[in-house]
């Protein structure tokens, strides 16, 4: 997409500066000593424990589950891909199916496990939800499959574009400015501020809009963080637009190294108090290596967090059910992937 296109098209845009969209709260500059360092350690020094040492428990789902199953369902099919189940049909929140989060599928963070369905096997669509364009929130190959079988694709300003270029029928696709919103079947998806940004080459940086979505389905109301650190607009989310039944917040792939657009557990916890968060729900962790700490680290101290909060955490495995409507908590099963690892360890030294 050209940029002089963007630019007439998306310059009334409060967001919008130039060329390029910009966060209320401007990036603290880095430096290029310090981006490269971190491009080092993330390539060359990652450490062991960034990536299961044994397979992780995965529940596969069936067309037959799905359509058993209630309104309101939630399945986490990986990292930030859900598949929600609202008045009998179904939406998609950031699909990513392939192997690998890279524009190469020969290298770049692989897959800790497959997904609970194939993308082939996914029923009918009325809705794919989109944060931004990142690899590992915004696959292609999973977007000229779902073309064919999907109602509606809602996404921030310039992200839609993006779609049309790659063959999705323009009046498919719903582009959204932070606020504004749009209705589905009686259902109304807001696009919602985050503080991030965009881009899938090194020439294309913050040309798309990012943004966290609020799906509110009569008195049902879900937030959806997509990728973001951590700023005051969750506050205001939470004031206009909440309190949330639950919230689907990331934690996960932070690092103290960048702070401005990655939350750490803490700032999760945070966030979802601002938001008036009843159920919080950990996202964006479990499949992708995309950072140096441990792969279950998220998920530990979100527990412990959450704890000292009295928060209701939800902890599904990939793959099973969540009642969106009256949430459970689920099993801590990231600790079997360990439990597996420690029973082959000990079995490897008996037959010693």
């Known amino acids: 997409m050209s940029a002089p296109a963007q630019t007439d098209k998306y310059q009334a845009s409060p967001q919008r500066r130039g060329d390029r969209f910009h966060n209320p709260a401007p990036r603290p500059s880095q430096g290029l000593g310090k ?12 450490p062991a424990d960034t990536i299961p040492s044994a397979p992780i428990p995965v529940q596969a789902l069936t067309r037959a589950q799905l359509d058993a199953a209630p309104d309101r369902s939630l399945f986490r099919l990986g990292h930030s891909t859900m598949l929600l189940k609202l008045r009998g049909a179904y939406w998609l929140t950031d699909p990513v199916f392939s192997e690998r989060a890279s524009p190469f599928q020969w290298m770049g963070p692989k897959r800790f496990h497959q997904p609970p369905m194939a993308l082939r096997d996914l029923p009918p669509i009325r809705g794919v939800i989109l944060s931004h364009d990142h690899y590992d929130h915004l696959d292609r190959h999973a977007i000229a499959h779902l073309s064919g079988i999907t109602d509606v694709f809602l996404t921030p300003l310039g992200v839609g574009d993006r779609l049309i270029e790659w ?52 008195k049902l109301r879900v937030f959806f963080s997509g990728d973001t650190g951590y700023f005051d607009g969750f506050k205001t989310i939470g004031e206009r637009l909440g309190p949330f039944d639950i919230t689907l917040l990331e934690t996960g792939a932070y690092d103290a190294q960048w702070p401005y657009v990655h939350m750490q557990p803490e700032q999760t916890v945070q966030a979802h108090l601002d938001l008036g968060g009843r159920w919080l729900m950990p996202i964006h962790n479990g499949t992708f290596d ?30 099973e059910r969540l009642n969106l409507a009256a949430p459970q908590a689920g099993e801590r099963w990231w600790r079997k992937a360990d439990a597996l690892r420690q029973a082959s360890w000990e079995s490897a030294l008996s037959l010693k």
């Open 35 to 46: 981006t490269l360092r971190l491009i080092w350690n993330l390539l060359l020094h990652k």
């Open 167 to 218: 063959g999705v029928d323009a009046a498919k696709v719903r582009q959204l400015d932070w606020w504004q919103h749009t209705e589905v079947d009686g259902m109304r998806f807001t696009a919602t501020p985050a503080q991030h940004f965009s881009g899938r080459t090194p020439f294309d940086g913050n040309r798309t809009l990012w943004a966290s979505w609020v799906i509110a389905d009569d």
């Open 290 to 319: 995309l950072a140096m700490h441990a792969w279950q680290e998220p998920f530990e101290r979100v527990l412990s967090l959450a704890a000292l909060h009295d928060i209701p955490l939800a902890t599904p495995r990939m793959g």
